[in-house]
């Protein structure tokens, strides 16, 4: 069975910088859509942030983080990763990292593998 690990988050003032890391089990970053959503505080729905498609190789960004967030893989590390420059207060969640084989890059209900999650923090 497939198991994503997330770590990298923190507290972080406006305009600082994350790097999130997302291990894989196995091969997962070949083969399936992977991506990044994020779960505000009273929000109920996870947004998507950033994800890669498998059979491009193109990356897609949330208009909300396109020119801040840098997604990325390290196949030979079975890890990807979300670069996040230029923080805001506004992006503060829990963010995940996801896996799939079938359906939309953009819902999160494609996705049947998913990390545990880690808090990211931004203090105005």
């Known amino acids: 069975q497939v198991q994503l690990v997330e770590s990298g988050g923190g507290l972080v003032q406006a305009g600082g910088s994350l790097r999130l890391s997302c291990a894989g089990s196995?091969?997962?970053?070949?083969?399936?859509?992977v991506a990044w959503f994020r779960q505000a505080p009273g929000k109920e729905r996870r947004e998507f942030v950033s994800g890669i498609k498998w059979s491009t190789g193109r990356t897609y960004h949330a208009d909300s983080v396109k020119g801040r967030f840098t997604i990325s893989i390290d196949n030979a590390k079975n890890t990807m990763y979300l670069q996040m420059n230029s923080l805001k207060p506004e992006d503060t969640a829990v963010y995940y990292c996801?896996?799939?084989?079938?359906?939309?890059?953009?819902?999160?209900?494609?996705?049947?593998?998913w990390g545990q999650g880690t808090q990211v923090t931004v203090s105005p």
């Open positions: 196995e091969l997962v970053f070949s083969g399936y859509n």
């Open positions: 996801a896996a799939s084989n079938m359906g939309a890059l953009f819902d999160s209900t494609s996705y049947y593998y």
